[in-house]
């Protein structure tokens, strides 16, 4: 099952979202940033998780059986 704000692009429209983003970025600095829109910003994080990069979430220590903790 595809979540639909996963499934909103494909690999390629996402991609090209995420270029035009870091071109802004990379041709303005900062004011480069200002000029990006959602979909961009969207696209480039969702490249950045697909490649590993982002937080590590921790995860659920397991149960030790003590209900008293």
Not at 27 to 50: F, H, K, N, Q, Y
């Amino acid at each position: 099952m595809t979540a639909p704000e996963i499934a909103r692009w494909s690999n390629e429209e996402m991609v090209r979202l995420a270029a035009s983003g870091v071109a802004k970025v990379d041709l303005l600095g900062p004011r480069g940033t200002t000029l990006c829109s959602m979909d961009e910003i969207a696209a480039m994080a969702a490249v950045c998780a697909l490649n590993g990069v982002g937080p590590r979430l921790l995860s659920t220590p397991h149960s030790t059986g003590d209900d008293n903790v």
